[in-house]
């Protein structure tokens, strides 16, 4: 079967670096993305990676090894702001998305 | 970039009614939007894919006849809970990609999503 795994929760101290791992068995790679989760909210695109290396957006770094079946998302400088669930998500073979259940971050003072 | 509408935010019904939700993309055309459900705490459920001007595909274990989905424009899907009750509570969540198909780095926007209580 297809198969996401990311850590349930995570606490990090305000303006730390904290990085939320994924770890994934999919039927195929087409793209793997990260999106951001306020609770209640939808979700929004934080980032792609369809290539193995690092990609960089601001305060946000996303990490790919297709060989390794791994992705990583790198958060610098936290805010406060930035607490909420951090989705994982493959593109396989078919198209079809597939979601990890979401790491929860919690931004401590 | 890409906007999705979605309403109601919030709904509160009678057990045995049923309940509209709307998924609009604002400045784009999709033919296939997406419509997934997410208990707390859990990850999105994918329960259907719908595609304009056609069925829609549902997935396995989602009863298409209790969750009627309706795609009649580029710009609308609508996603109606027949005779709701409490286990239909949940938090639905539409999304949609611009172009004819979710692939290369085209990115799914997502609603604000519907959060829909059944007493």
């Known amino acids: 079967g297809q198969n996401i795994d990311q850590p349930t929760e995570m606490t990090a101290t305000e303006g730390a670096i904290v990085q939320i791992n994924c770890t994934y068995q999919?039927?195929?790679?087409?793209?793997l993305f990260w999106y951001q989760q306020h609770a209640g909210e939808a979700p929004t695109f934080l980032s792609y990676?369809?290539l193995d290396g690092l990609e960089e957006k601001g305060r946000f770094s996303s990490f790919l090894s297709r060989s390794k079946g791994y992705s990583y998302l790198l958060l610098k400088e936290l805010q406060m702001k930035d607490s909420a669930s951090y989705l994982c998500a493959v593109r396989d073979s078919n198209y079809q998305l597939i979601w990890g259940a979401g790491t929860k971050l919690i931004i401590k003072p | 970039g890409a906007v999705v509408s979605q309403h109601p935010s919030r709904v509160i019904c009678k057990s045995g009614t049923s309940v509209k939700i709307e998924c609009r993309s604002l400045?784009?055309?999709?033919?296939?939007m997406f419509w997934y459900r997410q208990f707390p705490k859990k990850s999105l459920m994918l329960m259907a894919t719908s595609n304009e001007g056609s069925k829609a595909t549902y997935e396995q274990g989602v009863e298409k006849d209790k969750f009627l989905i309706n795609h009649a424009s580029l710009t609308l899907s609508t996603l109606t809970v027949t005779s709701a009750h409490p286990e239909d509570s949940s938090f639905y969540i539409c999304?949609?990609?611009?172009?004819?198909?979710?692939?290369?780095?085209?990115?799914?926007?997502f609603g604000a999503g519907s959060r829909l209580t059944v007493l």
């Open positions: 999304s949609a990609s611009p172009g004819t198909s979710f692939s290369g780095a085209n990115v799914l926007t």
């Open positions: 990676n369809v």
């Open positions: 999919t039927s195929g790679f087409n793209g």
């Open positions: 400045d784009f055309q999709a033919t296939t």
